[in-house]
């Protein structure tokens, strides 16, 4: 079982080099959202402010590497710099799925980033080992050294692969039975298919004060687990699910106006830009997050190029900040919108200011 998953592991890494896990008919939404330009916006490039609280921590920008991979020597390089570019520009990073540590603990090492300290470090489980093994969430981030955990919904992926999950029963329980101990150090997030106003409610009467809302238009694990498929109806399922899910965009909107200010939220689910942040930031979230470019920008670069590349996004955030004239993150959000079709679309059927 072990080597079945750290092959799967090592395949997911291979196969995130190609352009066919973002499918083309996938889209964020983002395009749809347009910034008011401020001509006049009455600051300098040195009041803007990006420093941001989320789970408990503070960060010098609102930004997250999102859980990602874990669980082979390569993964544990990929870690390892990925944790310290963050540490360099106090970001907060995530560690991908640590199932793999419940049956051989010897793996941790692939996911132990020390000496390197984010200062916001979340380890990873899915819901489903959650209800399994209770326990295995405050293991996990003790082994790790962590702040807190990513509990992770991923029924579609689990549906498309041929040796994952069959039985969702019992989630939401385990969740918030974990979240009566955790409070704001426990993230649920989906992993590109989306949080639903409906969910983020259920969620939050469960206890739940954070919410990675994850939606459709950036990488697709559906199409991932397709494209590694070795059976007939594990590749027609994944075609057909490629493009599942709830667009970012819509996503951050609609839940941000269900749960209201109390909860905090993460967009991920296709963030590749500084203006993606800054959108998603308007639209309603607290921390933007993002995998895939910096896992590519690594791969073709080493640290030096994901050192650039996160670089670059904060800089850009910055000057967008500016061009709007928001002094902080949160202040995106009092910045105009126009908002076009279909995001439009989404909202009006998910609910959720327009």
């Known amino acids: 079982m072990h080597d079945d998953l750290e092959q799967r592991k090592s ?9 066919e896990v973002e499918p083309d008919d996938s889209d964020a939404l983002f395009g749809c959202v347009r910034l008011v330009h401020k001509a006049l916006p009455e600051l300098a490039l040195s009041d803007i402010d990006l420093t941001t609280r989320f789970c408990g921590a503070t960060l010098r920008a609102p930004l997250m590497i999102v859980g990602m991979t874990g669980g082979t020597e390569r993964a544990a390089r990929i870690n390892r710099d990925l944790a310290q570019v963050c540490e360099e520009q106090g970001v907060a990073f995530g560690v991908g799925s640590m199932r793999i540590v419940l049956g051989d603990p010897a793996r941790m090492s692939t996911f132990d980033v020390r000496p390197h300290r984010p200062p916001l470090l979340m380890a990873n489980l899915g819901a489903q080992q959650l209800v399994q093994t209770p326990e ?170 994901a050192r650039a590349a996160l670089t670059q996004l904060i800089d850009s955030l910055r000057s967008i900040c500016l061009l709007t004239g928001a002094r902080t993150p949160r202040g995106l959000r009092e910045v105009p919108l126009v908002l076009l079709e279909p995001l439009q679309s989404w909202l009006r059927t998910l609910g959720g200011a327009q």
């Open 11 to 19: 395949q997911h890494l291979d196969l995130a080099r190609q352009p």
């Open 136 to 305: 295995a969430a405050q293991e996990l981030i003790g082994k790790l050294g962590a702040d807190g955990i990513c509990i992770h919904l991923n029924p579609a992926q689990e549906l498309v692969q041929t040796e994952g999950d069959r039985d969702f029963r019992g989630c939401l329980d385990a969740i918030g039975a974990l979240a009566g101990g955790l409070s704001e150090r426990l993230l649920v997030k989906e992993t590109g298919c989306g949080v639903s106003p409906a969910v983020a409610r259920e969620l939050t009467a469960r206890g739940v004060k954070a919410i990675d809302v994850s939606g459709a238009g950036g990488t697709s694990w559906t199409r991932v687990e397709q494209l590694r498929a070795g059976d007939d109806h594990a590749r027609v399922l994944g075609e057909l699910l490629s493009s599942w899910g709830i667009p970012t965009a819509a996503a951050v909107r609609s839940v941000r106006a269900a749960v209201g200010d109390s909860t905090q939220l993460l967009a991920s689910g296709g963030v590749r830009t500084g203006l993606d942040v800054a959108k998603a930031l308007a639209l309603g979230a607290d921390v933007a997050g993002l995998a895939l470019p910096l896992f590519r920008a690594h791969d073709t670069g080493g640290i030096d190029g």
